[in-house]
């Protein structure tokens, strides 16, 4: 009974900035990689950015020198700082991360946010 849950998203014009949130709850054990996807009418779900247990960011090439991710391992959270944002960013954002959430079973299961919308108005 683990859940994530996105906020912070919202309608912003071109050059501003969001940043959303994300709070894993429920019956965890650990929590490995997280990551943020973002999906727009008509296309597929796609890698925004990843940040891993040990801090290691990447991001799509869209979103470099833009966009920051972090993580509070004390709160399970993840965030998406968005800066000089574009109505291209304009897309459902979802929240992922792989954690264990049984104390006999050591394998990590992909979970799920939601969403949150973030719309950027030219």
């Known amino acids: 009974q683990v859940q994530l849950v996105e906020s912070g998203g919202g309608l912003v014009q071109a050059g501003g900035s969001l940043r959303l949130s994300c709070a894993a709850s429920?019956?965890?054990?650990?929590?490995?990689?997280m990551g943020w996807y973002r999906q727009a009418p008509g296309k597929e779900r796609a890698l925004v950015a990843s940040?891993?247990?040990?801090?290691?960011?990447n991001y799509a090439d869209s979103v470099k020198g833009r966009f920051t991710i972090s993580r509070d391992n004390a709160k399970n959270m993840v965030y998406l700082q968005m800066n000089s944002l574009e109505p291209e960013d304009t897309a459902d954002y979802y929240c992922?991360?792989?954690?264990?959430?049984?104390?006999?079973?050591?394998?990590?299961?992909?979970?799920w946010g939601q969403g949150t919308l973030v719309t950027v108005s030219s």
């Open positions: 992922n991360a792989e954690m264990m959430t049984s104390a006999w079973d050591y394998t990590y299961r992909g979970i």
């Open positions: 429920g019956n965890i054990f650990g929590i490995n990689a």
């Open positions: 940040i891993t247990s040990g801090m290691i960011t």
